[in-house]
Each structure stands twice: as C-alpha cells, then as structure tokens.
C-alpha cells in the first residue's frame, strides 16, 4: 500500500526498546473507564470542524483522573485522507492522594490521517504531532513553572467486518506508540503504548461507537515507574455536515 506511515512505526518501536534502562520498575496497576465523544463537522467540500471531549476516571469511575477537550480545522482533500490542525486543554487530577488541586496542559497540535480498506480490512493509520504545556505543582497548588515537551504520536488500528449482516459489529484492533522530547524528557523518552481490542457499532449514517478494553502503559519521568492502566473504553463519533449537499462521513478517530 502506497502512500502510507508504516514505515514510521518500524523505525520508532526500535528506539521504544533500546530507551528501556535496566533499572528496576516500579509498576502501579489501575483500573480505569474512558469515555469520550469525537466529532467531525463539514462545512464545506474539503473542510471542517473537529471537536471533542473525554472523561477518564480511576478505580473504575470512583475517582476522576482527566477531562479533556479538543478543537481544530480538518482539511479533507478525499475520502482516504485528513489533515488537522488545533489546540487542546487537559485537566489533569492529582497523583498525591492528599492533593485536590487539577492541574492545567495546554497543547497545540498537527495531525495526518490515512483510511485505507483491504478485502473486508479497514486499515487507519495516524501522525499526530503534540506540542505540550504542563502546569507544576507544589504543595497542590500551581508552582507558576511549565514543563514543555513535544510528542510524536503514531496510531495502526485495524476494523475487521466479521458478518455481511450490517446489524453486527465490526472488530477492532489498534496499537499507539507515544514518544516525547525536550530537556525535561530525560528518562522517558517513551511515553506510553496504548493497544486496543474491542468492537465498533455504527448506529446510524452520523453516529458510530467503539467500546472494547485498552491497556495504556505509561513510564513516569522518573524512568522507573510506570502506571498499567487496565481501561475499559466507550467512545462515541458524530460526523454531521451543515453543508446544503449532503456528504459522506469520514472516519474519525479521536482520542486524549
């Protein structure tokens, strides 16, 4: 397949293992739920509005870990093909169990997205490039420091028709490799693996979900600790147009 990313991916999993110390790790395992909803609003032939907005939480749904929301312009010169630009605010909860405070992220970002089908594949892939402002905190109150880093992101998802009855879901099954740099970056330049394995439903000609399990392995800056987060995962997408002509939905794949 011509015109693709996945020579990216050969080249970044290499660095992802060679940047593992042998010092030893200390894993939290959590339990989460993510939810989310991700929409893309035509406004004209090749253009759009992307909005969206993600609830994650810890223990299952007893404590909150992030809100997130996410806008930009998506410029679509075909159907196999998207590229975007925005800005991005986290709220991120506190690690320390006494703490209370949020603290803020501020992205900017850039992203290209490839659909592609093979037999009865749907193949994604995904480039996002993030630029990141990570409010400190101390004493669970904002330090007035920020901590800057620039991700790369590269996502391969893979929806498998598993029926010619269209009342059935679709089986999806998806990889992310997150690596991160700047001079604060020091231990962690890999950021975390996202894999994914679940279903995806489409409910009417606007409205599609996924839902399914994620495990989401992130390294901490500290280089040795890690959290494993157990994720149970429900996203929602809206394509709409407010165009007079109707248009064709393009996949969207959204995600923190």
């Not at 739920?33 to 299952?60: C, E, L, P, Q, Y």
């Not at 996002?128 to 800057?148: A, H, I, L, T």
């Not at 893979?158 to 992310?176: A, C, G, Q, Y």
């Not at 009417?204 to 987060?229: A, T």
């Amino acid at each position: 397949m011509k015109n693709n990313f996945s020579w990216i991916y050969i080249l970044l999993f290499p660095i992802t293992v060679i940047g593992q110390t042998d010092q030893k790790k200390d894993i939290n395992q959590q339990l989460q739920t993510w939810v989310s909803i991700n929409t893309v609003t035509k406004f004209a032939d090749h253009w759009g509005i992307i909005g969206d907005f993600h609830i994650r939480r810890n223990d299952f749904v007893s404590d909150p870990s992030f809100y997130f929301i996410r806008g930009g312009v998506t410029y679509i010169p075909n159907s196999n093909v998207s590229l975007n630009l925005g800005y991005a605010h986290m709220w991120l909860a506190p690690s320390n169990e006494d703490w209370s405070t949020f603290a803020d992220e501020n992205r900017i970002y850039q992203q290209a997205q490839l659909n592609a089908k093979v037999a009865n594949v749907s193949i994604l892939q995904r480039l996002r490039n993030e630029q990141r402002w990570q409010e400190k905190m101390v004493d669970d109150k904002p330090s007035g420091d920020w901590r800057f880093t620039n991700r790369i992101r590269y996502l391969m998802s893979f929806t498998f028709r598993i029926s010619d009855n269209k009342s059935w879901p679709s089986m999806v099954l998806s990889d992310e490799i997150l690596l991160q740099f700047g001079e604060e970056a020091v231990y962690n330049t890999f950021d975390q693996n996202r894999f994914f394995i679940g279903i995806k439903k489409t409910i009417n000609p606007k409205w599609s979900y996924d839902f399914g399990y994620m495990n989401v392995y992130q390294q901490k800056y500290s280089g040795y600790q890690y959290d494993m987060n157990h994720t149970i995962r429900l996203f929602f997408y809206l394509n709409t147009s407010i165009r007079k002509k109707a248009s064709s939905t393009t996949e969207n794949s959204g995600d923190e």
